[in-house]
């Protein structure tokens, strides 16, 4: 019910945008977080965003770089990532939030993607 695109491969310095699409009983009304998780390390929160995109909340590594939105006439949300590190390398996952607000713990979530590879090189 949620799937997300947009991971490839990009040189440290560039951009992707990461979108998330889902079915509208799926969107609507509902907030909707971005995690990731490197090879051997935990799940990691990165950002989220409400229902009605105006509170957003990211992890402090990604302050400044990243920028999440949300359309939700396209019942689509998106992740603007800049300013990518080697240490940005993931599998990024969009979760739909029980809440129409949620926070950064992953039990907070209910619906999850498939993930996207996003691969930086240094």
């Known amino acids: 019910q949620l799937v997300e695109s947009g991971g490839g491969l990009v040189q440290a310095g560039g951009s992707l945008r990461l979108s998330c699409a889902a079915s509208?009983?799926?969107?609507?009304?509902?907030?909707i977080g971005w995690f990731r998780q490197a090879p051997g390390k935990e799940r990691e929160f990165v950002a989220a965003?409400?229902?009605?995109?105006?509170?957003?909340s990211y992890v402090d590594s990604v302050k400044g770089r990243f920028t999440i939105s949300r359309d939700n006439a396209k019942n689509t949300v998106y992740l603007q990532m800049n300013s990518l590190k080697p240490e940005d390398t993931a599998v990024y996952y969009c979760?739909?939030?029980?809440?129409?607000?949620?926070?950064?713990?992953?039990?907070?979530?209910?619906?999850w993607g498939q993930g996207t590879q996003v691969t930086v090189s240094s």
């Open positions: 965003i409400s229902w009605n995109g105006v509170r957003t």
């Open positions: 509208g009983r799926t969107f609507s009304g509902h907030s």
């Open positions: 979760a739909r939030g029980f809440r129409s607000d949620s926070g950064e713990e992953g039990h907070e979530y209910d619906y």
